[in-house]
């Protein structure tokens, strides 16, 4: 079995960065796929970035690309999101995930197993 704790959700400005982390523990994290999804209210749970077992591949949504940032610790089975230029629409509950993931599904919510329980990230105007 495979637990996650995301951390750094908070209040912030338009325009603030902020940096969450996840950490995991369990068997063979450091050889699953780690990503970040984010729901808003009434909304679906979206795809924003992932990282393949090594970090040496990394996958944005659209809507993220150049403002944020996927990284990984394996050494501390850690995963990061740094997000620069927040915007009021990136106001969401932020959840990592894992599992051993292929190419081509690391985008897809229905292709990881493990969860953690959500971090609140809220952007005023």
């Known amino acids: 079995q495979v637990q996650l704790v995301e951390s750094g959700g908070g209040l912030v400005q338009a325009g603030d960065s902020l940096r969450l982390s996840c950490a995991a523990s369990?068997?063979?994290?450091?050889?699953?796929?780690m990503g970040w999804f984010r729901q808003a209210p009434g909304k679906e749970r979206d795809f924003v970035a992932a990282?393949?077992?090594?970090?040496?591949?990394?996958y944005y949504a659209a809507s993220v690309k150049g403002r944020f940032t996927i990284s990984r610790d394996n050494s501390k089975n850690t995963v990061y999101l740094e997000m620069d230029s927040l915007k009021p629409e990136d106001t969401a509950v932020y959840y990592c995930?894992?599992?051993?993931?292929?190419?081509?599904?690391?985008?897809?919510?229905?292709?990881?197993?493990?969860w953690g329980q959500g971090t609140q990230v809220t952007v005023s105007s």
């Open positions: 995930a894992t599992d051993q993931v292929i190419t081509g599904r690391t985008s897809t919510r229905h292709a990881y197993r493990f």
């Open positions: 990282i393949t077992w090594n970090g040496g591949t990394t």
């Open positions: 369990g068997r063979t994290c450091s050889s699953y796929t």
